[in-house]
T-cell receptor
Framework: GENVEQHPSTLSVQEGDSAVIKCTYS??????FPWYKQELGKGPQLIID?????GEKKDQRIAVTLNKTAKHFSLHITETQPEDSAVYFCAASKANTGFQKLVFGTGTRLLVSP | SAVISQKPSRDICQRGTSLTIQCQVD?????MFWYRQQPGQSLTLIATANQGSEATYESGFVIDKFPISRPNLTFSTLTVSNMSPEDSSIYLC???????????FGPGTRLTVT
C-alpha cells in the first residue's frame, strides 16, 4: 500500500522567512496530493492541493510543487506569519479510481516566531 | 466547502463503556470517512461509509469495535465500543467534496478513556 514520508518533523522560522516541507510517496499510481493545516484543538483544514498532471500550484503565499519522477512533493510558504504556526500534513491518494483513501504523512510542526 | 459538525466535541469515558460520535454535514455528500488521530500523531483511516451500504473498514479496524451507521446523505455515526485507555484519541469525520479526491474534515471529537 501507499506510504507517505514527511520531513522535517518540526520547523522553526522567524517571521518573514520562508518555510519548506517535503513529502515522498511510494505508490506511482497516486495522483492527488493535498496539504492540510491543523491548528491546536481543530480539525485539519485543506489549504492547497495538486494533481499529477500539474507540476506547480500557487495560492498567495503558499505553493506546492510535484515531481512525479522522483515521487515527491513540497509545500512552500513565503513571508511566514505567526498565524502560520500549526501542524501541517501532506497526503496522497488515487483519486477518481473509486478508492479515495487519503494516506497521510507524519506531520510537521511549524513555529513562526515574531 | 461543506460545513461539518461533530458531537460531542470531547468526552471522558470509563473503561468498558461505549461512546457514539455523530457527524452532520450541511449538504448531501456521497462518501463519509472516519479517522483516528492518536495524541501527537498523524491521521489513520478507520472506515469509509457510503449511504445505503455497509462501511468498509481498513486493516486493523473491525466492525465490532467501531460500528458505523450512515442512514442518509448528511449524517453518520461512529461508535467506539468496550473502550480502553488505548482508544484515547481524536476521532475525525470527513466528507468528499465536489473536486475529485478532496476531503473536508470536521472539528473532531476528543476522547479520553480512564
Amino acid at each position: 500500500g501507499e506510504n507517505v514520508e514527511q520531513h522535517p518533523s518540526t520547523l522553526s522560522v522567524q517571521e518573514g522567512d520562508s518555510a519548506v516541507i517535503k513529502c515522498t510517496y511510494s505508490d506511482s499510481a497516486s495522483n492527488y496530493f493535498p496539504w492540510y493545516k491543523q491548528e491546536l484543538g481543530k480539525g485539519p483544514q485543506l489549504i492547497i492541493d495538486i494533481r499529477s498532471n500539474v507540476g506547480e500550484k500557487k495560492d498567495q503565499r503558499i505553493a506546492v510543487t510535484l515531481n512525479k519522477t522522483a515521487k515527491h512533493f513540497s509545500l512552500h510558504i513565503t513571508e511566514t506569519q505567526p498565524e502560520d504556526s500549526a501542524v501541517y500534513f501532506c497526503a496522497a491518494s488515487k483519486a477518481n479510481t473509486g478508492f479515495q483513501k487519503l494516506v497521510f504523512g507524519t506531520g510537521t510542526r511549524l513555529l513562526v516566531s515574531p | 466547502s461543506a460545513v461539518i459538525s461533530q458531537k460531542p466535541s470531547r468526552d471522558i469515558c470509563q473503561r468498558g463503556t461505549s461512546l457514539t460520535i455523530q457527524c452532520q454535514v450541511d449538504s448531501q455528500v456521497t462518501m463519509m470517512f472516519w479517522y483516528r488521530q492518536q495524541p501527537g500523531q498523524s491521521l489513520t483511516l478507520i472506515a469509509t461509509a457510503n449511504q445505503g451500504s455497509e462501511a468498509t473498514y481498513e486493516s486493523g479496524f473491525v466492525i465490532d469495535k467501531f460500528p458505523i451507521s450512515r442512514p442518509n446523505l448528511t449524517f453518520s455515526t461512529l461508535t467506539v465500543s468496550n473502550m480502553s485507555p488505548e482508544d484515547s484519541s481524536i476521532y475525525l469525520c470527513s466528507v468528499d467534496a465536489p473536486g475529485v479526491g478532496e476531503q473536508y474534515f470536521g472539528p473532531g471529537t476528543r476522547l479520553t478513556v480512564t
